[in-house]
Nanobody
Framework: QVQLVESGGGLVQAGGSLRVSCAAS????????MGWFRQAPGKEREFVAA????????YYAGSVKGRFTISRDNAKNTVYLQMNSLKPEDTANYYC?????????????????WGQGTQVTVSS
């Protein structure tokens, strides 16, 4: 079992930056592919970014590529999402998730573990 706890959400103006974090406990964090998803009110949860277990490979949704950066620190059992040039449409609850493999990282069904989410609100 892996427990995931997100933090760092908040209110930011459009064009600003924010970094959200996800701390993991339980089984060996470095074994898992980690991803970030987001869900806005009335919308489905969507893929944002993922990173391989070693951190050597990163994957992004087209809507955030070039603005967001995912990273991980396996010594601290933590994955991060640095969000720059934020837009109002980035407003959502952001969830981190853990998967056993890097197969189809954009499919939320591949993720076995989920955090409770952290709210990010971008004002115009």
């Amino acid at each position: 079992q892996v427990q995931l706890v997100e933090s760092g959400g908040g209110l930011v103006q459009a064009g600003g930056s924010l970094r959200v974090s996800c701390a993991a406990s339980g089984r060996t964090f470095s074994n898992y592919v980690m991803g970030w998803f987001r869900q806005a009110p009335g919308k489905e949860r969507e893929f944002v970014a993922a990173i391989s277990s070693s951190g050597s490979s990163e994957y992004y949704a087209g809507s955030v590529k070039g603005r967001f950066t995912i990273s991980r620190d396996n010594a601290k059992n933590t994955v991060y999402l640095q969000m720059n040039s934020l837009k109002p449409e980035d407003t959502a609850n952001y969830y981190c998730a853990g998967a056993y493999s890097a197969y189809d990282v954009r499919d939320r069904g591949r993720y076995a573990y989920w955090g409770q989410g952290t709210q990010v609100t971008v004002s115009s």
